[in-house]
């Protein structure tokens, strides 16, 4: 996607982007079955089925791993923020493949008898109180719900009835499903598995993953901490003026919680919320591009002065008063309504006083 604020639906580049990911999957599944065939022990022979179950299993949590892997990556490089365009896309294909493991095992191993199919998942197997004995299914299944719920509500639709905080608590669910395929492999195809292959990677995917989130999570709070203490008369204190880079913006935490984004450009100094409307996108991330703040993740643009976007869209956003003071930055904590104009802080061409 350009940086253009434009309606954009299906197109010829994301339609490209999904066949490449239907022909990645299909040939990471046939290639893992005919590893899986070449490699049985002598005299044994590996059922194509099972194969199959095990081999679209992986892909759909090395996909998971991937996806989990997207945000934290963007935040640490600018070069993987294109990741995020067409997470969406990644997700719904995860999904595809998580459906296509689950109905093949689920006809596989429970279709033969006298019960439903579902049925049999849930009582064919009652140890509960036993680890080695544990129901790994069951698990799958609940994180494949999960998963579901969120295919289901990936549409721009449903972002804009359930609102871009609840969506993005509702897509929050990920990690619980992730954890939960982790408790599932390990406690399912782990348990029967002589090589150390699955059980390393499937501890490095985990590893990475926390590692990753923990990394970035520090780094945002290293930021938040640190300017907890920047306070005078009510007001947060950013810095000087120079610390803001050009057409870009420093993010500083509120005291409920919120990040407002602080932008400089044109010799001015603006202030919005840190959340854009479509995802809750990182707006501080992202830098002023003719004239209007761009969202890094999707280019949704507002202007820097009232947080509308350009006409013909009309999204808003909340802005916040700015003012410059013996050379420093200082916003005022209290959001004003979206789309209220806000008169930015002019910086003086010698020294940064208040205009």
């Given amino acids: ?26 040939v990471f599944v046939g290639v893992f079955m005919a590893i899986g065939l070449q490699t049985q022990p002598t005299g044994h022979t590996a059922d194509p089925v099972v194969l199959a179950i095990r081999a679209l299993g992986v892909a759909a949590f090395t996909l ?34 998580a459906a296509a493991h689950f109905g093949l095992a689920l006809l596989w191993y ?15 197997n009652p140890l509960y109180d036993s680890i080695p004995g544990f129901p790994f299914e069951v698990l799958g299944f609940v994180a494949f719900l999960i998963l579901f719920v969120m295919a289901a509500t990936s549409h721009d639709f449903w972002l804009n ?10 897509h929050m669910l990920v990690y619980p499903a992730y954890i939960l395929l982790v408790f599932h492999i390990t406690l399912g195809a782990l348990m029967t598995e002589k090589s150390m292959v699955y059980p390393i990677l499937t501890a490095v995917s985990f ?21 907890k203490s920047l306070k005078a008369k009510g007001w947060i204190e950013i810095g000087a003026p120079d610390d803001i880079p050009n057409m870009r913006a420093v993010i500083a935490p509120l005291p409920k919680g919120d990040r407002v984004a602080v932008f400089r ?23 002023v591009i003719d004239g209007c703040i ?26 916040y008063n700015v003012k410059i003071e013996a050379g420093r930055v200082f916003v005022d904590p209290k959001p004003n309504p979206p789309g209220t104009r806000t008169e930015p802080a002019i910086i003086a061409e010698q020294g940064a006083k208040a205009p």
């Fill in 1 to 26: 996607m350009g940086h253009q604020y434009k309606a954009i639906q299906w197109n010829k580049n994301k339609i490209v982007y999904d066949l490449y990911m239907a022909v990645a999957v299909l």
């Fill in 294 to 319: 761009t969202c890094p993740w999707h280019g949704w643009q507002y202007r820097p002065d009232d947080g509308v976007s350009p006409p013909p869209f009309t999204e808003k956003i909340a802005t």
């Fill in 207 to 227: 590893a990475s993953i926390s590692a990753l989130h923990l990394y970035t999570g520090y780094g945002e709070w290293r930021i938040d901490n640190g300017m």
């Fill in 64 to 97: 998971l791993t991937v996806i989990l892997a997207i945000g934290p990556l963007a935040r640490l490089s600018p070069r993987f923020a294109p990741m995020l365009y067409n997470r969406r896309h990644l997700g719904v294909m995860t999904f595809s493949v």
């Fill in 161 to 170: 009835n359930l609102s871009a905080p609840v969506w993005k608590a509702l």
């Fill in 110 to 124: 429970h279709s033969g008898g006298p019960l439903n199919p579902l049925v049999s998942l849930f009582v064919s």
């Fill in 265 to 287: 450009y044109d010799n001015k100094i603006s202030a919005v919320t840190n959340a854009c409307r479509h995802q809750n996108g990182p707006l501080g991330e992202g830098r």
